[in-house]
């Protein structure tokens, strides 16, 4: 019996070294060799540059989404403007400026000032 329990004892002391490397093959092997693969500097530009394209294809499709779904149609809601005369000889005001471009089927691009500032946006 007091063998059993010798050669169990040195079989999971044998197999706890093999697995925490604490044989002398094992800590030789994880030394790097001289001339070894290392890690390369990341280009900070080139970083910044595929981020950059990558988010310009994820951002173009949002500028062109069609806003009015009936746009051009006899059910379009947009398409009805209201026009206002001010006293003094003023200019006409009317929503047509801002509902126009959408009800032609336009999206945001198309907006009078969101599509300028979408256009500091990539894509």
């Known amino acids: 019996m007091v063998m059993k329990k010798s050669g169990a004892g040195l079989a ?18 994880a030394a790097p060799a001289e001339g070894g693969a ?15 394209t990558g988010l310009g294809y994820g951002i173009a499709p949002l500028k062109d989404l069609r806003l009015d779904p009936w746009a051009n149609s006899s ?3 947009l398409n009805n403007g209201a026009t206002v005369q001010p006293d003094g000889g003023l ?4 929503t047509g400026t801002l509902t126009g ?8 691009r ?5 599509g300028g500032l ?5 894509g």
């Open 110 to 114: 198309d907006l009078p000032l969101v």
């Open 12 to 29: 999971a002391a044998l197999g706890a070294a093999v697995l925490l490397g604490g044989m002398g093959a094992g800590t030789a092997q």
């Open 118 to 122: 979408l256009g500091v946006l990539p």
């Open 38 to 52: 290392a890690l390369a500097k990341t280009d900070l530009a080139q970083a910044l540059g595929g981020t950059t």
């Open 75 to 77: 059910a379009d809601v």
């Open 91 to 94: 200019a006409p005001i009317g």
């Open 101 to 108: 471009p959408l009800s032609a089927g336009g999206g945001p």
